[in-house]
């Protein structure tokens, strides 16, 4: 029996049936690699096109050309303002989903089964500057600068061996998840059920079997009412 908290697989790398702090379990499917990527680059597709058109928008303001300086700083500032708090902003407010996550039908949620705390959401896009961003600005900058090629190599290797880490667990987990305490799960398309009301016409045998079983009197539900209201009163 799983403790509260804990997580008990159903199907490997696939389902996790989690305990909430309430005592329910809730089942859970976690998301697949490629949606993770594809997510992803949609959140930095997004966020490239809000930089160039903030970047269109400081240049007609301020001018690069009058105040080459103070257009730069202010665009550098944006960039920096977007790299560290585009993800943390919409999964904090939109409740664990980015608007690539939320094209791709995934969210973030606590490993433990409680409400997603924005210190996790914090931890764990904060470690996304030490995965990727980092490593890449370093990268950018040493070809910038001329670095030397054991350099790049390494900047290389340390992206790919964070960007591959959900390939090598079976809760497809990257350093941020290990860090939050997160997973990223599937969130299908839920699907109305068939109304009861509309196929009232079409009962099958065993639904005219409990109808005849379950018949109750006026008085009976009257009375029935009459003791959740006292029952409501007292609450």
Do not use: H
């Not at 305990?19 to 949609?42: D, H, K, N």
């Not at 301020?62 to 665009?75: E, N, R, T």
């Not at 995965?131 to 950018?140: A, D, G, Q, R, Y």
């Not at 061996?161 to 939050?180: C, E, S």
């Amino acid at each position: 029996m799983a403790s509260r908290g804990a997580f008990a697989a159903a199907e490997p790398g696939v389902r996790r049936d989690i305990v909430t702090p309430e005592g329910m379990p809730v089942p859970v499917f976690l998301a697949a690699r490629s949606q993770r990527v594809g997510a992803l680059y949609l959140d930095l597709l997004l966020m490239l096109i809000a930089v160039i058109v903030l970047g269109v928008i400081v240049c007609a303001v301020v001018g690069f050309g009058d105040s080459p300086g103070l257009g730069i700083s202010i665009y550098l500032l944006i960039s920096f303002l977007l790299r560290n708090f585009y993800f943390i902003f919409f999964e904090v407010y939109w409740r664990g989903a980015t608007p690539g996550k939320r094209l791709m039908r995934l969210r973030v949620i606590d490993r433990k089964g409680g409400r997603l705390k924005a210190d996790a959401i914090f931890a764990r896009n904060l470690m996304r500057e030490v995965e990727i961003f980092m490593p890449l600005s370093l990268l950018f900058s040493g070809g910038a600068v001329g670095s030397e090629a054991w350099v790049i190599v390494l900047t290389l290797a340390w992206v790919s061996i964070f960007t591959m880490l959900p390939l090598f667990n079976k809760d497809r987990l990257r350093a941020g998840d290990m860090v939050g305490g997160t997973w990223v799960v599937s969130v299908p398309k839920k699907r109305l059920r068939q109304d009861l009301a509309g196929s009232a016409g079409a009962s099958t045998a065993w639904q005219e079997r409990k109808i005849a079983q379950y018949q109750f009197s006026q008085e009976q539900l009257e009375a029935y009412g009459i003791f959740e209201l006292q029952t409501l009163e007292t609450v």
